[in-house]
């Protein structure tokens, strides 16, 4: 089991093997955990949301197309569940129109110390997080955090690549400054 | 939460599974779904283009379609008869197609620019096409031979309201040198000023029984013309008079 993609295990829970569910939620849990923890800011109940993510999956497994990535659907499940948490508990409602997605844009191609850049924002993160608007924030931990490329954020948020690119830069131009301050 | 805790959530969930609390909707419910908004979408898309077809031959018919290059009162006209209301549901129409369309990854993945370029490309080209085609003509006549027409009939009927105030349609009749009588469609008789600054056609000289186009506003029964153009064939048969008919010895 622990061999199979993921794709070929959910393809199994499709098929009633609703063990193999679990080793879904083995493999995703902790992922999931820290994309909770570090974009719910102060959420004392991310474990809670975490849950409530997987038993929307499991009950939605159906709709799962098995051709596709099964992390994109899981993390946009989450997505949609945290986006939900915030606007309810933290009243912060999240704009269905957002500019940034309607024009095309050229994001800067990366230079030699790109590299040591990322190092240093990354080591500042943590202490920059919380003071981030949500949609630089949750960009921020899907790349950083949870290692995700620039195409399966786009699919996770359902914006422009190009979108995810101008996102992530101005989170770390963001991020340096808030840095610098401190 | 201690790592112990941690660990429930999977187990929270099995248990959930196991004890049938929780139970996955099924495939048929995703494929009806599937089925449902794609029927949707083919609907909405018809409905958009026939929309926009109509908005087309609405203008055309009228005649606004050719008035802008004829002077500003011909093309204030011409905005006057433009179907402003068909085009705010095919504008709407075209968001909801945008957002529909959003949920593939096709379309997200790209600007909205792109997406909503295509859609409007899309309904401006297959709507315009579809404006040439027999279909708004013949319903246009059933709706004005008495013939029971479609329920949706009633939009032809806004056609009737002739062609505005410096835009008539009618056949030529007593072409003097400087001026010609034109038997309009929506039943009036105006006398139309030719000058030196009307722009004519520039296929041959107006001759009478011409079916024209005269851009210029009415004062006391007489046009001073901005312009004069043949008009097409598709307006042949709107408005009021018949002038075809008329003509005939």
Request: overall charge positive; some cysteine; aromatic content about 12%.
């Amino acid at each position: 089991m622990t061999d199979l993609t993921d794709e070929a295990i959910a393809k199994r829970v499709q098929e009633g093997d609703t063990e193999s569910f679990g080793v879904l939620m083995q493999r995703y849990e902790p992922k999931l955990i820290r994309y909770a923890r570090k974009f719910l800011i102060h959420a004392e109940d991310a474990e809670d949301q975490v849950q409530s993510v997987f038993l929307k999956a499991y009950t939605n497994i159906h709709s799962f197309d098995a051709s596709r990535h099964f992390s994109s659907w899981l993390y946009r499940i989450a997505h949609n569940e945290f986006i939900n948490y915030i606007a309810k508990r933290q009243r912060q409602p999240f704009s269905f129109f957002d500019s940034d997605t309607v024009f095309p844009h050229l994001f800067a191609k990366e230079t030699a110390d790109s590299g040591v850049r990322e190092e240093e924002i990354r080591n500042s993160l943590d202490a920059c997080l919380g003071k981030l608007d949500a949609k630089y924030r949750e960009v921020l931990v899907l790349y950083f955090y949870e290692e995700l490329s620039y195409a399966e954020i786009a699919d996770v948020l359902r914006i422009p690549t190009s979108t995810v690119g101008v996102r992530l830069a101005r989170a770390k131009a963001a991020v340096r400054k808030l840095y610098a301050k401190e | 939460m201690s790592e112990e805790e941690k660990k429930s959530i999977s187990q929270n969930v099995l248990e959930q599974i196991n004890s049938g609390q929780i139970k996955p909707t099924s495939r048929a419910y995703f494929v009806f779904r599937v089925g449902v908004f794609t029927v949707a979408m083919v609907v909405l898309v018809l409905l958009v283009i026939y929309t926009s077809s109509l908005v087309f031959f609405g203008l055309r018919s009228s005649g606004a379609w050719f008035a802008p290059g004829f002077g500003l009162s011909a093309t204030r006209s011409a905005l006057l008869i433009v179907p402003w209301v068909l085009v705010g549901c095919v504008v709407a129409a075209v968001v909801v197609l945008e957002l529909l369309v959003k949920r593939f990854g096709f379309a997200y993945r790209r600007p909205a620019i792109y997406s909503v370029a295509g859609i409007a490309l899309l309904v401006v080209v297959v709507g315009y096409a579809v404006a040439l085609t027999p279909l708004h003509r013949s319903l246009y006549r059933q709706v004005h031979n008495g013939a029971k027409p479609p329920f949706w009939g009633g939009l032809y009927k806004n056609f009737d309201a002739g062609p505005g105030h410096a835009l008539h349609a009618g056949f030529v009749n007593d072409l003097a040198k400087e001026s010609f009588l034109l038997n309009a469609r929506e039943g009036a008789d105006f006398l139309v000023y030719i000058t030196p600054t009307t722009q004519l056609p520039r296929e041959r000289a107006v001759r009478e029984g011409d079916f024209v186009l005269v851009f210029g506003s009415v004062d006391r029964g007489s046009i001073r013309a901005a312009g004069v153009r043949f008009a097409p064939d598709e307006m042949h048969g709107f408005g009021k008079r018949h002038p075809r008919h008329r003509m005939q010895p």
